[in-house]
């Protein structure tokens, strides 16, 4: 478990490290790219270590599923009651179909670079700098929510 949350928490420096090194830097969508997949490693690392500890706490009979999105299911089954998990697993879904989704991009090389995904006919997502920034700081309580659970 412990070693699951370190794991989370080293994606996280490597978040950090793109959106304030790299992204500062190099300004393409391919950055952003990166730091959204690094969002979801750590969220993955983060969804890991909570079911190894309901298994630890007889919260789940047999096997962790190895799929991300039966990972999710089984997670919200084991914990129905918590609305922050249930938004925070959302949030996990929304990055997976960012990263999944076509994309386009506008403003290479410049201050407002934006990655535009379209989830759905007629339904894009922009993710840009800003966004991303928010999305950090969501990840970041994701990760303190975590911890509180596994003590």
Known sequence: MNELMNDAKQELKRVEHLFYVSLKYTRTADVIRNV????INSFMFGID????????????EGDIPPAPRAKSDLILSVYPE???LLKF?????LLR?????????????RRHVTMTSELSPGKFIEVNIDVLSDYQKILQLFLEFVQERLI
């Open 82 to 84: 918590d609305l922050r």
């Open 89 to 93: 697993v959302d949030f996990y879904t």
């Open 97 to 109: 179909d960012i990263r999944s989704a076509p994309y386009t991009k506008r403003e290479e090389y």
């Open 49 to 60: 270590a909570l079911l190894k500890h309901a298994k630890e706490n007889k919260l789940i």
């Open 36 to 39: 959204i997949e690094r969002m």
